[in-house]
């Protein structure tokens, strides 16, 4: 705890009378990337928000790199590279301006990183800011955010915007920080790009954190819901009796499972009851955390 890079108490923020988050309790270790997953409004931008300083929480606390956040503001920004969600950008200088700006702020006086990481957005800095669709805003933000190596990145929603092959492009960024002992914050929507780089996730919703686990532990605990409809009703226990196979419900001929193993055997007996249709439900992050928390029984984050 001591070492982290990142480290909240309690931290609860209020905009007005409405709710910004609450009681938010996290820490993150150095070399880390940490996925910040969550529903719209749930509190992720707040968070972040509160950890640079440019929101003051009115109960907790934060630390980053063991500096409090609110008495060593600037000594904190210094080491960090932050992706707002909602980027300000001054509208008649052109992408090169504002970005070598930043690199001469930020003391950059080699521009190599800073004109590599444009090839690699493929962003082309020519152009006035204002001219520029949300897309291009966004790697115009990254490039920012990431010129400066700063060993901690916090980064809202950092791949929304950008087409497919651009967020293969950011995630790979994220992962070569990573690779460099830098610590990257990441707040997502997307549970695949969580998954594909994040090595913790928490999950905030309405305000609270509720859950923070491994992803791989959380891998692990992946699983499909699949609704069969048959023709014939198998006895109570065909499924059941499979394991790592539960039946959830049965209305008439239609089955609903979750399978986390034994997908063959499952199917295999489905087929012996006239198989005649098959459907399956998206399992969300969330579904898991759900069902994991709900047979891990007492492992919740105490945050409630
Ligand atoms: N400027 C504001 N004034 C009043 N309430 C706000 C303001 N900004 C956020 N909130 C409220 O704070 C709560 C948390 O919002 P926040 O923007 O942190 O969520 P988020 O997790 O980042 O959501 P999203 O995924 O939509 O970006 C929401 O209930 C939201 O309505
Ligand atoms: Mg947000």
């Given at each position: 705890m001591a070492d982290a890079v990142v480290a909240t108490e309690g931290l609860t923020f209020y905009y007005g009378r409405q709710r910004g988050i609450?009681?938010?309790?996290?820490?993150?270790?150095?070399?880390?990337?940490?996925?910040?997953?969550?529903?719209?409004?749930?509190?992720?931008t707040t968070t972040q928000r509160v950890l640079l300083d440019v929101l003051r929480p009115q109960r907790g606390r934060a630390t980053l790199f063991g500096l409090d956040s609110r008495k060593e503001g600037v000594a904190i920004r210094r080491r960090v590279g932050y992706l707002p969600g909602e980027l300000s950008l001054p509208k008649t200088l052109t992408a090169r301006q504002f970005l070598e700006s930043m690199a001469r702020i930020r003391?950059?006086?080699?521009?190599?990183?800073?004109?590599?990481?444009?090839?690699?957005l493929e962003l082309?800095?020519?152009?006035?800011?204002?001219?520029?669709?949300?897309?291009?805003?966004?790697?115009?933000?990254?490039v920012a955010a990431m010129l400066h190596q700063p060993e901690l990145l916090i980064l809202d929603?950092?791949?929304s915007g950008l087409d497919p092959l651009v967020q293969q492009t950011v995630l790979e960024l994220v992962r070569a920080a990573r690779a460099e002992g830098r610590t990257v914050f990441f707040s997502s929507h997307?549970?695949?790009?969580?998954?594909?780089?994040?090595?913790?996730?928490?999950?905030?919703?309405?305000?609270?954190?509720?859950?923070?686990?491994?992803?791989?532990?959380l891998v692990k605990q992946q699983f499909r819901r699949l609704h069969l409809t048959?023709?014939?009703?198998?006895?109570?226990?065909a499924f059941e009796k499979l394991?790592?196979?539960?039946?959830?419900?049965?209305?008439?001929?239609?089955?609903?499972?979750?399978i986390r193993q034994n997908l063959d055997a499952a199917m295999r007996t489905a087929l012996e009851y006239g198989l005649l249709d098959i459907e399956e439900q998206p399992v969300t992050l969330e579904d898991i955390f759900l069902a994991y928390y709900g047979n891990h029984g007492?492992?919740?984050?105490?945050n409630a």
């Open positions: 609450e009681n938010v309790s996290l820490s993150i270790q150095p070399g880390e990337v940490f996925g910040f997953l969550g529903p719209n409004g749930a509190g992720k003391g950059v006086t080699d521009r190599r990183l800073l004109y590599d990481l444009c090839e690699r082309d800095p020519s152009r006035r800011l204002r001219q520029y669709s949300r897309g291009n805003k966004q790697k115009v933000g990254l929603e950092p791949t997307v549970l695949s790009e969580v998954q594909a780089v994040c090595d913790r996730v928490g999950i905030i919703r309405a305000g609270r954190l509720v859950a923070v686990e491994r992803v791989d532990t048959l023709d014939r009703l198998p006895p109570m226990d394991e790592g196979v539960r039946e959830l419900a049965r209305h008439e001929k239609r089955i609903s499972l979750e007492g492992k919740e984050n105490g």
